[in-house]
């Protein structure tokens, strides 16, 4: 079983940058591809971005590509979302997720384990 916690969210203003972190536990980090979804009050789950176990693919929506970033520290079972020139249609609540397709995944069912999702808010 794997544990999720994210951290770093909050309130930024629109072209600002946050860094989300994620780090789990319990079980072995680098035998899961990880990714980030987000959530928007009444809509639905949508995917962020995602990379496989070694760090060596990375996926994004378009929405967020070329302005977030996602990497992974394996010594510190940690993976990192960075969003630089953020709007305010990227808020949301960002989650977490391991999946065991190593070769990374861009949809919600794939991924096995969720954190419990930290608010990113842009103002404008």
């Known amino acids: 079983q794997v544990q999720l916690v994210e951290s770093g969210g909050g309130l930024v203003q629109a072209g600002g940058s946050l860094r989300l972190s994620c780090a789990a536990s319990g079980g072995t980090f680098s035998s899961y591809a990880m990714g980030w979804f987000r959530q928007a009050p009444g809509k639905e789950r949508e995917f962020v971005a995602a990379?496989?176990?070694?760090?060596?693919?990375?996926y994004y929506a378009d929405s967020v590509k070329g302005r977030f970033t996602i990497s992974r520290d394996n010594a510190k079972n940690t993976v990192y979302l960075q969003m630089n020139s953020l709007k305010p249609e990227d808020t949301a609540v960002y989650y977490c997720?391991?999946?065991?397709?190593?070769?990374?995944?861009?949809?919600?069912?794939?991924?096995?384990?969720w954190g419990q999702g930290t608010q990113v808010t842009v103002s404008s």
């Open positions: 990379i496989t176990w070694s760090g060596g693919s990375t």
């Open positions: 997720a391991a999946s065991g397709y190593t070769t990374g995944s861009v949809v919600a069912g794939d991924f096995d384990y």
